[in-house]
């Protein structure tokens, strides 16, 4: 009781939500689908925390939920070895995922 704590400055932001769509191709340009598109938001002091989950469709089709102007990390495939690891900054309605080597299913 009556202890002063000093805080940094807060910065505030406001988030508006989106859809992100896109697809999943093989470097043979055909669909993939059975693989989870996993997205981390990265958060300013670089901790990651899974915000939304896609699975692609018979086509390689995902769709899924962000918050635009936020900072991401979308991994494609089994955790412990994913197809495609990048980041990006959510913007764009379209995000398509070309993995460069073949998937084992």
Do not use: C, K
Request: charge should be positive; charged fraction near 20%.
């Amino acid at each position: 009781p009556g202890a002063l704590v000093h805080l940094p400055p807060l910065r505030l932001v406001r988030l508006t939500e989106m859809t992100l769509s896109g697809v999943v191709t093989a470097p043979n340009g055909a669909s993939v689908q059975g693989f989870d598109v996993r997205f981390n938001i990265i958060e300013p002091g670089g901790q990651q925390f899974t915000n939304a989950v896609g699975r692609p469709d018979a086509a390689g089709r995902y769709e899924v939920r962000l918050w635009r102007g936020q900072r991401y990390r979308v991994f494609v495939g089994p955790a412990n070895a994913p197809l495609i690891d990048m980041e990006f900054i959510a913007g764009e309605a379209t995000l398509n995922l070309p993995i460069d080597r073949a998937p084992r299913q």
